[in-house]
């Protein structure tokens, strides 16, 4: 083991520096030689990178955003672009690849473990919290965290006029992002995937309208819905316009988008980016290859890439109990 290749791939979560610092200067401490390279897999098959050095990176670890920057890269899904991507893992001796990022990349890491000997080696780098394996990925927390306090300002307004507000949160094709910030702004209604059903659509409408209806009419004044981005048949606005027509319920929206993902990490995004991005150097060492590390249970887990990206990772159960339960029984 003499030489490491870094990059991160698809959406940017904020940690993703404080890991890549952590994987830099661990590299340094075992005589490891470290290569970044830019816009994800695009600088792979560009053969367009910078030798990271602790003097580039030590004071990355309260940036967001990623200093190796980030990007699609369609090129990936067609052979040619593989096989150009293992040609410069094999052109600069890269003995194993670390890529931080979600289950996208994960699949272009396998893509390469394809055609190339090397040790390839996954970090969990995406808002969505949606990787198996492991409990929170990097930039969840931060995510959340975002959100949280925009809401609590919308709360704000949402209180001055009696009105309800529709947010809608990231988190792609999961529900973690819009249960977990939900549950900590005291939403009325979440609507992810883990609860809402296309099939009983009005009755799920129907619902909503009465519960929004009672809380005004007992003057408990704002509404907040939290909603799940590629959810509702139309988004917000679609179900804005519902609410009005349906049961002529004036409401606000708010998308947040972009928003969550960046600004600079909260502490556990950096100390869980720190973790990991140890940790890989340790597992590269060690021989260990075609993993994704993560945390589970407070502890450092291997699991096998193919699994990460094959298996399920749903909500607590206990959050989605809970908010149909004792949380919001008082608007029936």
């Known amino acids: 083991m003499k030489k490491i290749a870094l990059l991160t791939s698809g959406g940017d979560a904020p940690g993703m520096n404080a890991a ?71 052109k600069n001796d890269i003995d194993c ?27 969990p780098g995406t808002i969505d919290n949606d990787l198996y394996g492991c409990d929170k990925t990097i930039g969840f927390a931060t995510a959340v965290n975002t959100a949280t306090q925009a809401i609590d300002k919308i709360r704000d307004t949402a209180n001055a006029f009696d009105r309800a507000f529709i947010v809608e949160v990231m988190g792609r094709h999961s529900g973690h992002i819009a249960f977990q910030v939900g549950l900590s702004c005291g939403a009325e209604s979440i609507f992810s995937f883990e609860n809402y059903n296309n099939e009983n659509h009005r009755e799920i409408l129907k619902d909503l309208i009465a519960k929004i209806q009672t809380q005004q009419l007992n003057r408990k004044a704002s509404y907040l819905v939290v909603l799940a981005e590629n959810l509702w048949p139309g988004g917000a606005s679609a179900l804005q316009e519902q609410l009005k027509a349906q049961g002529d319920i004036e409401s606000a929206i708010c998308i947040l988008g972009h928003t969550q993902r960046g600004g600079a990490p909260v502490p556990e995004d950096r100390v869980l980016a720190t973790q990991l991005g140890l940790k890989a150097v340790d597992s590269a060492l060690s021989g260990d290859d075609n993993i994704m590390l993560g945390l589970s249970a407070n502890q450092l887990a291997k699991t096998d890439l193919n699994e990460a990206v094959s298996k399920n990772k749903p909500v607590d159960d206990e959050f989605i109990t809970a908010h149909k339960g004792p949380l919001t029984h008082y608007l029936k």
């Open 20 to 90: 890549i610092r952590a994987i830099v200067l661990s590299c340094e401490y075992n005589n490891l030689s470290c290569l970044g390279f830019y816009h994800g897999y695009n600088g792979l098959i560009e053969d367009d990178f910078i030798p990271l050095s602790s003097q580039l990176v030590n004071a990355e670890i309260k940036n967001g955003g990623t200093l190796l920057k980030s990007a699609r890269c369609p090129a990936m899904m067609t052979e040619t672009g593989v096989k150009q991507a293992c040609n410069t893992l094999l």
């Open 97 to 123: 690849l670390i890529v931080i990022g979600g289950d996208g990349s994960f699949h272009g890491l396998l893509a390469i473990k394809a055609h190339w000997q090397g040790q390839v080696i996954g970090l």
